[in-house]
């Protein structure tokens, strides 16, 4: 057969096959259409197969053996459909339509062979096209097939590559970022980057687009040399101004980084890589360690320097020199109190050059009541401007003078201020907490040193004069020894210290008289007993085993420190207590010397402290819960208003809804009450007679507690008034009236008094003035320190499931610290509990002062259709007041931000403004102030959950409480509208 010349393996396999056994029979008659296909294929070097009559009779090339796998040579002459069993359906598809004289053409199509005995997922190629017959009608189908399978999985393998690299990226805990071309645009940002400079549109800008700060800093240029020159920039610690916030201030940030050149596979550079990492935080810690160092370093030279001298004179000029010039003021001085606690003279300052001195004899008084009271309390005088922060008369003193702020620390002894050290400078400053804590510790510090030279000098003193008289005159020696006792037990019994003297083997000896005070006995009550066993160390339980091992410790030549509480049998009180030893010439123990130091009132400050912070942080957190939930109250009570009015008059339905109504309403008063406690509600501050409250109450109380409850009142008739919200003034009054009901168990007496005191000196959260203590008392259960502790926290109670929220106190709490005042409470338990509302006491009301009866609000024209534009960032919220709006028969529009609604504003009209206050970018008070400007005339309403406004907004604005009904906003408008 000469058309089967050649053919390679597969032009040999068909001429030896028997092909009498197909459909298509012997070679010697097949038309001469197939003779000719099959002679074309068998040269082509691609893989074909040829599928010939109804059945698909398959004729293919040398290259398809090799597709064929494990299936050649038995696919040769076999039915198509029966060859490749697992694509049948496919196969009969491509025979009816190339049979039909269609074509078909498959890219990258996937199926399922069995090629190798198994399974095998493959892609290939696939061309179909019909072959004509002699007669010119499809005889048979030609395929060309060409496996991909290779190229998808590297593809595939590619792709998935790229995206576990794109994972790395998004997750890498350093800032990323891919720049390409000279003007550095934005491929890639991972989060990481995002975080550092604000949530920007990056991809596909410049980086001159995307971060402008980056050019005025120079960093564009930096950028520009990487890419010009090839080398990576590596940066440490690099200060970078970022604008992190649109609108906001640009933002100091430290970043290490490194920008790495990428190049292509010629060497040019076509993009950067920067990658870093965000190093603010580290760098503020090694900043406050080096300025701490630096602190240490600065009290290690000053303390080096005032050693050297035993003068006081000597050493406090030491002092404010290195002082001043270390914190770079204009001058530091110190100075003695005259027996008065008001005149007073700078002994020696120290001043900066171009700085007067200011040493003279001057008056505490003309500096201003702020200086006076402060100073003679023992508290610090900071002021950071002087001229803002002091009555005119008060600053012109100081300003006269040269001196426009300072740190002034005052001296204490025995209730009596007797001497001053400060610092101050030329301009207002304002003084970091390091400056002031360095103040105070060099104050304290010399002061402390002062003290010692002064007493190390009387002691020489005396030792001088004992020894001067014992060459004089023998006779006197006695005499002498005597006065020099006595001038050694001066200065130990008018320490404050709790100072003493053991023998070797701990036995007291001598105590001075502010130890034995501290106990309420006499020397002679516990000298010669040992240490551990007198009433220092008797009613602390374990502490007289410390002690005595302690001792021990000393005696064999050790020094001992012991911070602990004592029980002492004037009270409990806190003491750092220190044994060291007493040695002879010869290095021999021969004593013990006891000190200690009542920490008692540092301790209650710090307590106090924390306390105080821990409760404005669960405040902050409390009222911000409370205003968003107000805003859920607000959808839910607005909805259910005014689905009722849209409900048939069913009962059933009408009861649900009034439960849900009057539920919501239940949790609105629980906001109100985590309002209070945040110090965020909106108060309505009147002046109020306690008397008359309280008498006004008293029906209610009796009322409220039950029979078994007996009240008792005792306020005085001449009590000056406060000024609060009575309506809140009520609720708590009776609030901890219920609380004493519930700790008496419902039978017992509660006793209701009210008192005036004088606060001298800052007293926790009270400042100095008059205060009236309204008290409400019970001999109850009482409560132990711990649960005292949390009593005001929100949502804290000892009562069981369902008989209390916890926010009794915490409303208390709140409302006292926002009229100006505080809760204070006392309990022990079973000895019942005492709760103090204390408030700024104001002049008493005259008897026959009339009382100003506020004019009644015009009632406004409530059919009137007003044009309003509603603005709130919730939408729920929004649509739940536009929804009350529209009901009232007005036409409203909607703004979900301030941005939006000033743009309404200049399209169109409105009668009215109804806005949200906390909003974000833009606040609906600083909406208001835009409006102002912008539409004169427009009326405002500010719908809010804080009582506050921002301080530096003086804005006069119609407020809306939320949660509120459409009652309350149909009054609301009217009150607006019809001004």
């Not at 101050?424 to 003290?451: C, F, K, Q, Y």
């Not at 001067?468 to 020696?477: M, N, S």
């Not at 132990?784 to 069981?800: H, I, Q, Y």
Request: charged share 25%.
């Amino acid at each position: 057969m000469p058309f089967l010349r050649g053919g390679g393996e597969l032009g040999a396999l068909i001429r030896a096959f028997d092909w009498s056994r197909t459909p298509l029979g012997p070679l010697a008659g097949w038309p001469q259409s197939l003779r000719t296909v099959t002679s074309t294929l068998l040269l082509s070097p691609v893989p074909i197969v040829l599928l010939w009559g109804e059945d698909g009779v398959m004729i293919y090339n040398d290259a398809y053996s090799g597709f064929a796998g494990g299936r050649h040579p038995r696919l040769l002459g076999s039915k198509v459909r029966e060859g490749w069993p697992e694509v049948a359906e496919f196969n009969a598809n491509v025979m009816r339509v190339g049979l039909a004289g269609g074509t078909l053409a498959y890219k990258d199509q996937e199926l399922t062979l069995h090629r190798h005995g198994r399974p095998e997922q493959v892609w290939m190629n696939l061309d179909y096209s019909p072959v004509l017959d002699e007669a010119g009608r499809p005889a048979g189908v030609m395929a060309i097939v060409v496996e991909t399978t290779e190229r998808i999985r590297a593809e595939r393998h590619i792709r998935a590559e790229q995206e576990r690299l794109r994972q790395l990226f998004e997750q890498a805990p350093g800032l990323m970022a891919m720049l390409t071309g000279p003007d550095h645009v934005f491929e890639f940002a991972n989060p990481a980057y995002m975080r550092v400079v604000g949530r920007r549109d990056l991809i596909g800008r410049t980086m001159r687009e995307a971060l402008p700060e980056m050019e005025r800093q120079g960093l564009l240029t930096l950028l520009d040399d990487v890419y010009q020159t090839g080398k990576a920039f590596v940066g440490t610690s690099m200060k970078v101004m970022l604008r992190r916030q649109e609108g906001g201030p640009d933002e100091e940030r430290l970043l290490d980084f490194v920008c790495q050149p990428i190049t292509n596979a010629a060497g040019r550079v076509t993009g950067l890589f920067i990658e870093g990492h965000d190093v603010t935080e580290r760098g503020q810690a090694q900043e406050a360690l080096r300025e701490n160092e630096a602190r240490l370093r600065f009290l290690d030279a000053l303390g080096e320097e005032t050693a050297k001298s035993a003068d006081a004179d000597a050493i406090l000029a030491v002092t404010t020199r290195m002082l001043g010039r270390h914190l770079d003021v204009a001058g530091c001085a110190y100075a003695d109190l005259d027996a008065d606690q008001d005149g007073f003279t700078i002994r020696g300052d120290w001043s900066a050059p171009g700085a007067a001195s200011i040493i003279g004899h001057y008056s505490l008084a003309t500096f201003g009541r702020r200086a006076v009271e402060s100073l003679r309390a023992g508290l610090p005088l900071i002021l950071n401007d002087i001229r803002a922060e002091l009555a005119p008369e008060g600053a012109a003193m100081s300003l006269g003078i040269g001196i426009a702020a300072t740190i002034c620390m005052p001296l204490v002894k025995e209730g009596r201020l007797t001497a001053l050290m400060a610092v101050h400078d030329g301009a207002p400053r304002v003084w970091t907490s390091n400056e002031i804590a360095l103040v105070t510790e060099v104050t304290e510090r010399s002061w402390a040193h002062i003290e010692r030279v002064r007493s190390e000098a009387e002691v020489r003193a005396g030792e001088l004069r004992f020894r001067e008289e014992l060459e004089a005159k023998v006779a006197e020696r006695t005499a002498a020894l005597q006065q020099s006792e006595a001038s050694i037990r001066t200065i130990f019994e008018t320490s404050h210290l709790y100072q003493g003297l053991l023998s070797a083997d701990g036995t007291l000896r001598y105590a001075n008289a502010t130890s034995l005070a501290g106990i309420g006995a006499q020397l002679e009550d516990v000298a010669g007993k040992p240490f551990w066993d007198t009433p220092w160390f008797a009613g602390t339980p374990g502490l007289a085993d410390a002690v005595k091992a302690a001792t021990a410790r000393v005696t064999a030549g050790g020094s001992e420190s012991i911070t602990t509480p004592l029980e002492l049998p004037t009270g409990r009180r806190n003491f750092e207590f220190s044994l060291r030893p007493v040695r002879s010439e010869t290095g021999e123990v021969v004593g013990i010397v006891p000190e200690g130091i009542d920490v008692t009132a540092r301790i209650k400050a710090e307590q106090a402290l924390q306390q105080a912070q821990k409760m404005e942080a669960i405040g902050n957190l409390t009222g911000g819960i409370a205003h968003d939930f107000n805003n859920l109250l607000m959808v839910v009570l607005g909805s259910l208003e005014l689905l009722r009015k849209r409900m048939p008059d069913t009962p059933g339905l009408l009861r649900l809804v009034d439960n849900a109504r009057e539920a919501a309403k239940r949790g609105s008063s629980l906001t109100t009450r985590m309002l209070a406690f945040a110090r965020r509600q909106d108060l309505k501050p009147a002046r109020i007679d306690l008397r008359q409250l309280v008498g006004g109450m008293t029906e209610l109380l009796e009322r409220s507690l039950g029979p078994m409850i007996a009240i008792e009142i005792d306020i005085p008739e001449h009590l000056s008034r406060v000024e609060t919200d009575a309506n809140q003034l009520e609720s708590a009054l009776l609030n901890l009236a219920v609380n004493a009901r519930d700790a008496l168990g419902g039978e017992g007496r509660i006793t209701l008094t009210a008192r005036e005191e004088r606060v001298a000196g800052s007293d926790g959260p009270l400042k100095p003035g008059r205060y009236v203590c309204l008290a409400v008392a019970d001999a109850g259960e009482g409560m132990d320190e711990a649960t005292l502790k949390r009593a005001t926290e929100p949502f804290f109670t000892t009562k069981g499931v369902g008989k209390g929220t916890g926010l009794g106190l915490s409303m208390v709490h709140g409302l006292a610290e926002q009229s100006g005042g505080t809760l204070r409470l006392r309990s022990r338990p079973g000895a019942g509990t005492v709760a103090e509302i204390w408030l700024p006491a104001r002049d008493p009301v005259a008897a026959d002062e009339p009382r100003t009866i506020p004019p009644a609000a015009p009632s406004g024209n409530a059919s009137t259709r007003l044009s309003v534009l509603a603005v709130d960032d919730d939408a729920l919220v929004l649509m739940n007041t536009v929804a009350m709006l529209e009901d009232l028969g007005h036409e409203v529009r909607a703004a979900s931000s301030g941005a939006q609604a000033l743009e309404l504003l200049d399209e169109a009209r409105f009668d009215l403004l109804v806005t949200d206050h906390a909003m974000p970018q833009m606040t609906g008070a600083q909406l208001a102030l835009q409006v102002r400007t912008r539409h004169a005339g427009l009326p405002i309403v500010l719908a809010t959950g804080y009582a506050e406004l921002p301080a530096g907004l003086d804005l006069d604005l119609p407020r809306l409480s939320k949660p509120f009904s459409q009652a309350e906003l149909a009054k609301a408008i009217r009150r607006v509208t019809s001004r």
